[in-house]
């Protein structure tokens, strides 16, 4: 199968779409990348790369197409903005050029924010010849308000517009959540949508990488009783709940909440600690990801949470199905998807989204469990994940998933 994958987001950046097109490829299809110039998370342009120009790698067998992108320099609105519709501008300017006269059978849309990266591949969809399938990451116009990115009525509608217009133009949507279906199914025929979640590289997770961890954070996750947090530290994980939560714990013997990670909240929870004097938050800060494998494999449990907003309720956080491949025991402190995979894998605990009492009360529940219990929990949570979401399966399942729908073209 000829596959063509247009994303704003691609290898050095750390996205899902690197190891599933690696993958692909492994399993003998022929993968092209049509991508942008590398700048996220931190707005600069990689070293070795330009903002202008179009570029051409080869990346463990896989083709890349790199065209020019203005780099989300500081974030901001106006600064992402630029960023989103420079790519959206570049690729309609020059991928059909540089893709003159190539054939694919399919083309995948990885499409987190902005759902406007999209655009470039329906202008290549009837030069290519291609069965366009969108892989929906997030659910559009409904994040725009849920995060205020656009607050204006009138301008959401004509979001919604769009992205009715870009749903139309899909002949497949691929959807990470269950919960998605019938957010997307509003601005599309249900016939279009399929349930594709994510999934992890089970060999990436289980890496050779020297162990650089700081011995501090060694000493505290082998003597105490950790429950870690990893990602992004933002207003989208209620960081706020961990810390009101771990206030209420300072009684448990040898209890830490480890916060690793960084973002926007960052110096809210340095602030916090220190103004509550909590000696059981440790936040050492953000480690590469071929150092994860060392931090889940020394923590007692691993905690995921998010606001309580309706629309966070429908996804499934990344880290779920990488604490799932972990072996630990999880607590999931929110709502919707994320904590019924949580539950359905009997793999943790759940409570409600931005409760700290009752957070406090899971946390503490999970503390007093004897050790086979959450020894059970984890290998729970790891088949689970080899069911569900391992990425060698999940690539022969979305291959059979896009021939199927190509056949009937």
């Keep these: 199968m000829k596959i063509l994958i247009v994303t704003q ?41 330009t903002e202008e120009g179009v570029l051409r790698e080869n990346w463990k067998g896989l083709e890349i197409i790199r065209i020019p992108l203005r780099a989300r320099r500081h974030g901001g609105a106006v600064n992402l903005f630029l960023n989103y519709f420079s790519f959206v501008l570049s690729g309609i300017k020059h991928l059909p050029g540089l893709l003159r006269d190539r054939r694919f059978d399919v083309t995948i849309v990885f499409a987190p924010s902005p759902l406007t990266s999209a655009i470039p591949a329906i202008f290549l969809k009837s030069r290519t010849k291609s069965h366009l399938a969108i892989w929906v990451q997030d659910l559009w116009p409904e994040s725009l308000s849920a995060t205020g990115f656009i607050k204006n009525r009138f301008l959401l509608a004509w979001a919604s517009l769009g992205v009715r217009w870009i749903y139309s133009k899909a002949d497949t949507l691929l959807v990470q959540s269950k919960a998605f279906i019938g957010p997307v199914s509003k601005y599309s025929e249900l016939s279009k949508v399929v ?16 162990n650089e961890l700081p011995s501090e954070l060694i000493k505290h996750l ?179 998933i896009l021939a199927s729908r190509v056949s009937k073209d």
């Design 222 to 400: 082998d003597e105490n009783f950790c429950v870690v947090f990893a990602g992004n530290i933002g207003k989208a994980q209620a960081v706020e709940t961990l810390i009101a939560a771990a206030a209420q714990l300072q009684h448990l013997d040898n209890f830490k909440l480890v916060l690793v990670g960084s973002g926007s909240m960052s110096d809210f929870v340095t602030e916090e600690v220190a103004r509550l004097g909590l000696n059981n938050v440790v936040a050492p800060g953000r480690f590469p990801i071929s150092q994860m494998e060392h931090i889940f494999s020394r923590a007692s449990a691993l905690i995921v949470s998010l606001r309580y907003e309706e629309i966070l309720s429908y996804t499934i956080p990344g880290k779920v199905q990488a604490y799932l491949a972990s072996g630990k025991p999880i607590i999931a402190c929110m709502n919707g998807e994320g904590a019924r995979v949580v539950l359905e894998s009997q793999a943790g605990l759940a409570c409600a989204a931005e409760d700290p009492n009752q957070l406090a009360e899971t946390i503490e529940k999970l503390y007093s469990m004897p050790a086979d219990i959450l020894d059970e929990m984890g290998k729970n949570g790891r088949q689970y994940f080899l069911e569900n979401f391992e990425m060698t399966h999940q690539a022969k399942n979305l291959i059979s």
């Design 195 to 210: 349930y594709y979640p994510n999934s992890i590289d089970d060999g990436e997770i289980h890496s050779s990488a020297e």
């Design 9 to 49: 987001y691609f290898w050095p950046e750390f996205f899902i779409i690197n190891a599933l097109s690696r993958n692909l490829h492994e399993q003998g299809c022929e993968v092209t990348i049509a991508t942008g110039k590398p700048n996220y998370p931190d707005g600069q342009v990689f070293p070795g790369y």
